[in-house]
């Protein structure tokens, strides 16, 4: 328990407090620096000199000195680890000490990761659940402040817009080793609590829409950091699960909304939908302040560097990724923390397709959520509560479609992995292959069941399809973008999370008019036409990925 609150905010701030106040909690212990100092591991296998290591600080290794086109990073096969390590090319560059660190995230037991892992799921769902919970409420926004629904839906969209900008900011600051991603997480949740608290006691229209934005803003870190704080834990043999885990949550969290807000909307008003939001996110804030702990390597090494410099008077010990910032202007790093992920998500093929592409799925979902409503609660005369239940359909597909990849994953697509944990990143296409039909299915399927006559149970079922095909997509691209662009993981996710919430955001805005306009079932055939348009996507991708990457400047060439 000691090792996971000693790298935690409630460690840090332990620390702060400690009789000597050397942040022992926060940072490491003492004894175990000298142990590596003088070339002794905990476990009695001898370490290396810590001037002679540099390991990369980031999560993503540079691979291209291995003769296989990697470089020194922890390799994980059938849960053993194998530690490639050079000598470095920087006097005093604080890396990893020894074959088997326990400090670096790669080295941490299952346990640990899978509990790291459980808390960006959960994280993340509770965020992501801010986009939809609002909506069984809009009814009652639209009688209290005489908007238009238009307006009224506003708050939705605008939340969305936020989640998209968010990450753009907050994913490239949790790069830099004095932030990492804890503070991050931190401090972004709890503005994301305190900004919730003028929407609940607002008294016109404007301070709603205004604070749904910037809620949305603030506490979007998850959305496109958690991918890559799983990315900090497991190399891609093993990343797949984590990262499905916290892709499932990006499915689960919207889905959760309108069930968990219909029926306090229809209880208690539009005003408690909010208040839900709050107790159940100040609950999670409570639960990574304790026990999150830091993943980020440069991070974790920026600060053993800062704590062996205290401890043995040498100013010289620097880890690497500050030997590196110290070398950028002021220019240059607000490049590095600000442009480099718009210009990635603009100007990199592989992004700019594949971003294209989810955002197309995320609009069609999120516009035609806007129709449940409409078939339950106008076809078959559903209550706001039961229009929630209604939700379980896409809940239950998202969990199901998670099941089926891990035994998929498990029993074929683990055997591509090579010795060091890699394979091919057009691999992990194989599920988008096979599932990019269901979204268009799913499409027809409910447009053309939601009608009198035909059971509700039919378009509920046919809902589900949407989660099959849905996920198949993030869990094929999400774990495709970090194989492709290792070192800039946080940056690609992040335009990843812009260009989709972006897209949500407008989506969100015409769809009350287009199936207004078009009807249930044309309306819904038009969002299907669109959905099959992309279906080759994937194929191309798998068969001539070698050449996008090609085409690419800042993609990964050698696997």
């Not at 919730?196 to 008294?203: E, Q």
């Not at 909304?257 to 909010?274: M, N, S, Y």
């Not at 094929?476 to 992040?494: F, G, H, M, T």
């Amino acid at each position: 328990m000691l090792a996971i609150l000693r790298d935690t905010g409630l460690g840090y701030i332990l620390g702060l407090f400690s009789p000597t106040r050397d942040q022992t909690l926060y940072l490491e212990p003492t004894s175990l620096i000298w142990q590596y100092q003088r070339h002794e591991a905990p476990n009695g296998r001898r370490g290396v000199p810590q001037n002679c290591i540099t390991v990369t600080d980031r999560s993503a290794p540079n691979r291209s000195s291995h003769p296989s086109g990697r470089n020194s990073q922890l390799s994980e096969r059938d849960g053993d680890f194998v530690d490639k390590i050079e000598e470095g090319t920087r006097d005093n560059a604080v890396g990893w000490y020894g074959l088997d660190d326990p400090e670096n995230p790669l080295n941490w037991s299952k346990s640990k990761k899978a509990f790291v892992s459980v808390q960006i799921f959960l994280l993340n769902t509770f965020m992501y659940m801010g986009s939809s919970i609002y909506s069984p409420g809009i009814d009652d926004v639209m009688k209290e402040f005489g908007v238009s629904k238009t307006v009224a839906t506003l708050g939705t969209s605008l939340s969305l817009l936020g989640y998209a900008i968010g990450p753009m900011l907050w994913s490239p600051m949790s790069e830099v080793p004095r932030l990492g991603r804890n503070s991050i997480y931190i401090l972004t949740l709890a503005g994301f609590l305190l900004l919730k608290l003028p929407i609940v006691l607002a008294n016109n229209i404007e301070i709603i829409l205004v604070f749904r934005f910037l809620t949305a803003f603030v506490g979007s870190p998850a959305q496109a950091t958690g991918g890559a704080t799983i990315s900090d834990m497991y190399l891609p043999c093993n990343r797949s699960y984590g990262l499905g885990l916290w892709e499932l949550s990006t499915w689960i969290g919207p889905t959760l909304g309108p069930l968990v807000g219909g029926f306090a909307a229809q209880a208690k008003g539009w005003r408690w939908t909010i208040w839900e939001l709050i107790w159940i996110n100040s609950a999670m804030f409570l639960l990574i302040f304790c026990f999150l702990p830091e993943t980020s390597a440069s991070n974790i090494l920026y600060r053993r560097a800062k704590r062996l410099r205290r401890e043995s008077g040498n100013e010289s010990n620097h880890s690497e990724s500050e030997l590196e910032s110290l070398d950028l202007s002021k220019k240059e790093l607000a490049y590095t923390t600000l442009i480099r992920p718009f210009k990635l998500c603009f100007q990199e093929p592989i992004c700019l397709l594949l971003n294209t592409y989810t955002s197309l799925i995320t609009g069609l979902l999120f516009a035609w959520l806007e129709s449940l409503p409409l078939v339950f609660g106008g076809v078959y005369g559903f209550n706001l509560g039961q229009v929630g239940l209604a939700f379980l359909g896409l809940l239950v597909g998202s969990v199901v479609a998670y099941l089926i990849f891990v035994v998929w994953f498990f029993a074929f697509a683990a055997r591509k992995f090579d010795d060091l944990g890699y394979s091919k990143p057009e691999e992990r296409f194989i599920p988008l292959m096979a599932g990019c039909i269901f979204v268009p299915i799913c499409l027809f399927v409910f447009g053309w069941t939601s009608r009198v006559g035909i059971p509700w149970i039919v378009p509920v079922v046919g809902s589900g399809l949407f989660s099959l095909g849905g996920f198949s997509l993030f869990v094929s691209i999400l774990n495709y973008l970090p194989d492709a662009y290792p070192e800039y993981a946080a940056s690609v996710l992040a335009g990843n999370n812009f260009i989709r919430c972006t897209f949500g955001a407008a989506c969100v805005l015409f769809a009350a008019p287009m199936y207004e306009k078009l009807g249930l079932q044309w309306a819904s055939t038009l969002l299907g036409i669109l959905g099959a348009v992309f279906v080759p996507v994937p194929f191309l991708f798998y068969f001539y990925g070698d050449r996008i990457r090609g085409a690419s400047v800042h993609a990964l060439k050698d696997y």
